[in-house]
Structures are given as structure tokens and as C-alpha cells.
């Protein structure tokens, strides 16, 4: 079946450090979702990426999406303790009614 | 950004019991549900998907008579966990997809299951 794989699953740094998590689907993705999780939360929805290539940020966060719409990246720049929590990418094929999570990079920032 | 919320946030409940599990957007329209199951330090696994007025979605290796979905109407989806076993103990998410042109979900605060 569908799967979208995320690594690393853990990332532990130092509050300035920079981070990135990485996205791969098996099948091509109509698009692709990032969401965060903070530590006994629920996920909030940050982006949603639609076209082969696109690039789009938000202040210290920077999303792809690969040209081939099969892998993803979410990377932040200057991280800080309020970073701290779970990302996961949820895509979805074909049908937009269905999303498949990717296992989540769980981000810890020591201060 | 909408809400979801969900209710209870926690239960107990005895082995063998069914327990119901309230999904509700308050600000907009979910043409469709998703609920979702999350163990520790994991992932989220869709479980099914559910449009209002139709029959729930499941995806393959989930019992749809084990977890019995109703989306009476636009604004709530039940979840029922019938017969409850401890090793159907865990974090129960909703979420609602507004409609065709937003494919965000927003998420309801989910439910924990424990059944001893």
C-alpha cells in the first residue's frame, strides 16, 4: 500500500541550529500537507504544497516539494525552543480525499 | 483557523464495553471526517474516512464492525469502539476536511482511549 516515509524520526539541537526533515512517497503525490505537533497536542496544519518544484516559506521555515512530487523537505532556519514538537507530511494520490502521514521527525531544541 | 473539538477528551472503560466518541466542527462544514488512531511516539494511522449521509471508508485491516463510524450530518461524526479490548487503548483523532477547493484538515484535540 501507499506509504510516505519521513526521516530523521528523531533530531535533537542546539536552539540556533538549523533542521530539516525529510518526506519520501513510493507513488506520486497530488500534493502534500506539513503538520506540527507539539508535545500532548494535536497536529496544526502549516502548509500545503500543490506543484512539481514549489518552494514556499514561512518566516524561519522553508517547504519543497520535489519535482518528481515524490519527496518533500521542511527546513528551519535558527531553530528555537518554540520549534519544539513533531512534524509530519501527510500526502495524497489521486483522490485528494485521502492523506497518508508520513512517521514524523520529532524535533527537540536545547536552550 | 476552524475547530474541531471532540468529547470526552479521556475515557475508562471495562473490557467488553462500547464507548462512543463525539467529533464535532464548530465553524464550518466537514463534507468529510477522517479518524485517525496514534500510539506513543507514533504516527497517525487513517482508519477511515467518512462523508456525510454515506457509509464510512475503512481502510484494509480495520474492522468496521469493530469501530462503528456514523456521519449524520456536516457538522458531527460519531466514532463507537464496540466490544473494547485493552489493546484497542490509545489516542483517537478526528479531523474535518471543509470541502473540494481546502484540503487542510483541521484537527479535533483527540480522545483518550484506555480499556482495562
Known amino acids: 500500500g501507499q506509504q510516505v516515509m519521513q526521516i530523521p524520526q528523531y533530531q535533537h539541537v542546539q536552539e540556533g541550529e538549523d533542521f530539516t526533515t525529510y518526506c519520501n512517497s513510493s507513488?506520486?503525490?497530488?500534493?502534500i500537507q506539513w503538520y506540527k505537533q507539539r508535545p500532548g497536542g494535536h497536529p496544526v496544519f502549516l502548509i500545503q504544497?500543490?506543484?512539481?518544484?514549489e518552494v514556499k516559506k514561512q518566516k524561519r521555515l522553508t517547504f519543497q516539494f520535489g519535482e518528481a512530487k515524490k519527496n518533500s523537505s521542511l527546513h528551519i532556519t535558527a531553530t528555537q525552543t518554540t520549534d519544539v514538537g513533531t512534524y509530519f507530511c501527510?500526502?495524497?494520490?489521486?483522490?485528494?480525499?485521502?492523506?497518508?502521514f508520513g512517521s514524523g521527525t520529532k524535533l527537540n531544541v536545547k536552550p | 483557523g476552524a475547530v474541531v473539538s471532540q468529547h470526552p477528551s479521556w475515557v475508562i472503560c471495562k473490557s467488553g464495553t462500547s464507548v462512543k466518541i463525539e467529533c464535532r466542527s464548530l465553524?464550518?462544514?466537514?463534507?468529510?471526517m477522517f479518524w485517525y488512531r496514534q500510539f506513543p511516539k507514533q504516527s497517525l494511522m487513517l482508519m477511515a474516512t467518512?462523508?456525510?449521509?454515506?457509509?464510512?471508508?475503512?481502510e484494509q485491516g480495520v474492522e468496521k464492525d469493530k469501530f462503528l463510524i456514523n456521519h449524520a450530518s456536516l457538522t458531527l461524526s460519531t466514532l463507537t469502539v464496540t466490544s473494547a479490548h485493552p489493546e484497542d487503548s490509545s489516542f483517537y483523532i478526528c479531523?474535518?476536511?471543509?470541502?473540494?477547493?481546502?484540503?487542510?484538515?483541521?484537527f479535533g484535540p483527540g480522545t483518550r482511549l484506555t480499556v482495562t
Open positions: 501527510a500526502g495524497t494520490i489521486y483522490n485528494f480525499n485521502k492523506f497518508y
Open positions: 507513488t506520486t503525490l497530488s500534493n
Open positions: 504544497l500543490v506543484k512539481s518544484g
Open positions: 465553524d464550518f462544514q466537514a463534507t468529510t
Open positions: 467518512s462523508n456525510e449521509g454515506s457509509k464510512a471508508t475503512y
Open positions: 479531523s474535518g476536511h471543509p470541502g473540494l477547493y481546502s484540503y487542510e484538515q483541521y
